[in-house]
Nanobody, 121 residues
Framework: VQLQASGGGLVQPGGSLRLSCAAS????????IGWYRQAPGNQRELVAT????????NYADFVKGRFTISRDNAKNTVYLQMNSLKPEDTAVYYC???????????????WGQGTLVTVSS
């Protein structure tokens, strides 16, 4: 199982970036995927998830209305379109397999290297 995030970079406040998560080694289309981020000194936090099948998406409150998660099963790839970026969005972004439990969403794959997003003027 491998998930590799890419597409990060330096962007000015108010700008946009699109991250990609390329998956391999498992049946991508039947698995839910989540984007996470970790800022320096902070714990890793869930940003957005997308289910398999109906592609239902869910977002953390701090990105609602600004970020959009999507998937292309033919390409085994999940995307995170990030608009109206803020300095507080600066973090390393990761993708992972997730499962939905009564107690919350849980990642269960291995973490890749992530991709760094820096929002600064």
């Amino acid at each position: 199982v491998q998930l590799q995030a890419s597409g990060g970079g330096l962007v000015q406040p108010g700008g946009s970036l699109r991250l990609s998560c390329a998956a391999s080694g498992f049946t991508f289309s039947i698995n839910a995927i989540g984007w996470y981020r970790q800022a320096p000194g902070n714990q890793r936090e869930l940003v957005a998830t997308i289910s398999s099948g109906d592609n239902y998406s869910n977002y953390a409150d701090f990105v609602k209305g600004r970020f959009t998660i999507s998937r292309d099963n033919a390409k085994n790839t999940v995307y995170l379109q990030m608009n109206s970026l803020k300095p507080e969005d600066t973090a390393v972004y990761y993708c992972n397999l997730v499962e939905f439990r009564v107690t919350g969403t849980r990642p269960f794959g291995s973490w890749g290297q992530g991709t760094l997003v820096t929002v600064s003027s």
